[in-house]
């Protein structure tokens, strides 16, 4: 590596330690990692929840699910947006994507529609290394994300920041695939899966909490599945 990828490794490492800091109560203390029984079957899992969530069946399929636009968004006219509450906004092109530090991590994919596909092994770039690139301010305390289909969908900071949160273009030693989210989408292990946005274009960092499209149609703002909680409470209302 050169002593520039270098330095600006070491320069991404000392800031997300920082913000990591900032926010370790607040991780520790989201559902189900402060849960005394988190709801599921099977052996425990690396975060201590049971492998399977309530409610979930195993599958080996990986089904689509999406609003039925596949935006076709070729890697030289990608970009990734970082803005709103943060010090510095970020535009990425796909070669400056490709230069982040890589994270390479396995980790299972719970659907809300009641499937969880097991042990997918992801490559990309952490959620938490963007942060630790754009400084979010201190009122920071959600993001919503945006994708080239026009879905949004958000996320509580405390739980994009967990180190399992990727910005993956690759699963399970393939490009990823169109039409689950290539060239990059999000991917967010502790909670179902509409939490991450496929074909991602855009990390907006909110000061309050704002909802995105399942959100605002009957699904939880939180949607933790060891807590089965897949839709809004303010349903009916
Ligand atoms: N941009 C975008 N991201 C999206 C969606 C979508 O419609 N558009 N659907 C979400 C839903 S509801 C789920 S369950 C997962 C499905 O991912 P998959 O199609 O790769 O299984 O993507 C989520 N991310
Ligand atoms: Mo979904």
Redesign the pocket.
């Known amino acids: 590596m050169s002593e520039d990828a270098d330095d600006k490794e070491r320069r991404i490492v000392e800031a997300r330690r920082k913000l990591m800091e900032r926010w370790e109560q607040r991780m520790r203390d989201t559902p189900a990692l402060s849960d005394a029984r988190p709801q599921g079957s099977g052996p425990p899992n690396r975060h201590g929840m049971p492998k399977l969530p309530v409610g979930q069946t195993v599958t080996k399929k990986?089904?689509?699910?999406?609003?039925g636009r596949k935006p076709i968004v070729p890697k030289d006219k990608w970009q990734l947006k970082i803005d709103g509450a943060v010090e510095q906004p970020l535009t990425l092109d796909w070669a400056a994507f490709m230069a982040l530090p890589q994270t390479t991590d396995t980790s299972d994919f719970h659907?809300?529609?009641s499937w969880s596909k097991m042990d997918m092994t992801w490559v990309g770039v952490r959620f938490a290394d963007l942060m630790a690139l754009v400084h979010p301010t201190p009122a920071a305390v959600h993001v919503m994300c945006h994708?080239y289909?026009g879905?949004t969908?958000n996320v509580a900071l405390e739980e994009a920041l967990k180190p399992d949160v990727l910005l993956a273009h690759t699963v399970d030693g393939h490009e990823l695939p169109i039409?689950?989210?290539g060239p990059v989408?999000m991917i967010t292990p502790q909670l179902y899966?509409?939490k991450?946005?496929?074909?991602i274009s855009r990390i907006e960092l909110l000061t309050r909490e704002k909802l995105g499209f399942?959100e605002m149609n009957g699904y939880s703002s939180t949607a933790h599945p060891w807590r089965d909680d897949r839709y809004s409470r303010l349903r009916g209302l």
Do not use: F, I, N, Q
């Open positions: 990986w089904p689509v699910l999406d609003l659907c809300v529609t994708g289909d879905y969908t039409e689950h989210g989408r899966a509409w991450g946005s496929k074909w399942w």
